[in-house]
């Protein structure tokens, strides 16, 4: 069994030894720059846990919880081309730092080279992390298109929304838990389960995303609050608000998304929108819904209760942060 | 054993059959697009060739194959994106029929497709093949970064053009004959005369191409001649013209490349310029130098010498083509 603290500090210091060839140097170095930004690390840790779960010593899925974070970073640089970020934790983001064109092929070799890590495993188990990954990674393709088509569209169902997060966000921890678990020598049952834990989960996280961009709190949030007002971006609140049966709340809300010049009052005004639909606790509830869920296949996973206690404890943490 | 034309309608049938997921249609209707228009279809080609050298059924080399021509297809993608090139065989690149987001999106999508087609070999040959083939991707992507730093320099000597073109362009070629030999069952020694048989015919292919863009004939070159001048694209000629110690040619090209509007006179002059230091028989040479070179490695493949003549027809029509 591992702490958290240890998978992180494992994954940072993995992270770190990674070795790229000098040249060409405009190639390699936009990927050593992300790679070291400080991230979160929640995903190659949950492959790492995961694994805990069933094998003392960890060091198994140390390759593949490299893939993921290196499919990850990798999924954020061309993210950030395509929606226009010019910031990445804080620091200028790869297209910015470099320039588009680098984004674009440093991103290419980086996901060339997450499937290096995956070709270290031997041919036990080759196929299955193979064929887990480029599902997983083409379903997150399918969801970085729909929340791109989203932006031009107003008619957005929940379900569509709901299935948007699932492939953008939530399939990636499923697919690190299941990993983990593969190289630990779960059974199949409880493989699924821990994806399933990690889809619900990562649901649950996004629905806690769209709520902290509104009703976080200015001091720790990190982030100017209201920032997917202003862009307009679709988040779980405004769907809920667009596909309102109450037309004038509808109608005062269509046309404060056409509203770019006077920023405080979109930002109160949508605000008041969703508190007098009542959408905060909507969307909490929707979350805890998720949150549950995937609790529910925690405990039902077949290892000793105590063992679980980190997966536990990381999920409770995830749904009462205020960043 | 099949032929050059067999192997062709295998490919376009094959690459037809593919089915694409409807929806999320904006991510797949650009793959489908790109794969359809009418394309060379030598890289997967040379692997179903190469595997019919060893086996008269060739068709456990076809996902092998379809693997190399959608990667080729994703490159395309993205190169066009960063080249700014509009065109891709005549019609719009993907990148202008939708727009740059997409490009980048569909590409991604399509490496991660690629690897799913390579995935569905046995345990048996998938490590081997894994690894021919990110080596290979990886290696095309640095070819692509010396090509784009190659636009801001002057000072590139002739051994790292060489080098650039051998990433880009030849190793593809290489990788394409070895992973049918894999398949095809053939010795580690034949294995590696086709890679540097591809190897060789891919750096004097693109010689050819360069030779091709100032020399060729209006009439059937399907291109405008002089392309490469007006864009001061660092070819073969262009990199000697540059290396030259005849200083004061060296200073009139130098002035040239400052120009931007008279088309006609800069081909003309530059083209002088190349024919007074003999550069397009320098060209030529070097080019004839790779072929035999290629030739060489063919000749020494371990397989009855009737049974090569595709490979060396192909090889002798790739020299000798005007297009």
Chains 1, 2 share one sequence.
């Not at 957005?156 to 921890?173: C, D, F, G, Q």
């Amino acid at each position: 069994m591992i702490t958290f603290e240890e998978a992180l500090s494992l994954i940072t210091q993995k992270t770190g030894d990674i070795r790229f060839p000098k040249q060409p140097a405009r190639l390699y170095a936009p990927i050593a720059y992300l790679l070291a930004l400080k991230g979160k690390k929640l995903r190659p840790a949950l492959t790492l846990l995961a694994c805990s779960l069933y094998k003392d010593d960890v060091r198994v899925s140390i390759n593949m919880a490299l893939a993921w974070e290196i499919f990850h970073n990798f999924t954020l640089m061309h993210d950030d081309v395509m929606d226009k970020a010019d910031l990445r934790r804080g620091e200028p983001a790869v297209h910015k730092k470099w320039n588009e064109n680098t984004a674009i092929l440093s991103g290419d070799a980086m996901l060339i080279m997450a499937y290096k890590y995956l070709a270290k495993y031997p041919i036990s188990c080759l196929k299955e992390l193979l064929d887990l990954f480029s599902t997983t990674a083409t379903e997150i393709c399918e969801g970085q298109e729909y929340d791109m088509q989203f932006e031009n569209r107003l008619d957005i169902r929940e379900e569509e929304y709901l299935n948007m997060i699932r492939l953008k966000t939530a399939v990636l921890l499923g697919a690190c838990l299941k990993s983990g678990a593969v190289l630990g020598g779960a059974e199949a049952k409880d493989q699924d389960l821990l994806y399933d834990f990690g889809i619900n989960l990562g649901i649950a996280f996004q629905i806690q995303d769209d709520i902290l961009d509104v009703y976080g709190d200015a001091a720790v949030f990190g982030k100017k609050i209201g920032g997917d007002i202003l862009c307009n971006k679709k988040t779980y609140l405004l769907v809920s608000a667009l596909n309102s049966n109450n037309e004038e709340a509808r109608a005062e809300l269509l046309s404060w998304l056409q509203v770019n010049d006077q920023p405080e009052q979109k930002i109160e005004a949508v605000t008041k929108l969703y508190n007098r639909q009542l959408l905060r606790e909507k969307a909490r509830n929707q979350m805890d819904s998720y949150y549950k869920k995937a609790i529910r296949s925690l405990n039902e996973v077949d290892v000793a209760s105590e063992k679980k206690t980190v997966l536990m404890e990381i999920a409770k943490e995830l749904m009462n942060r205020k960043t």
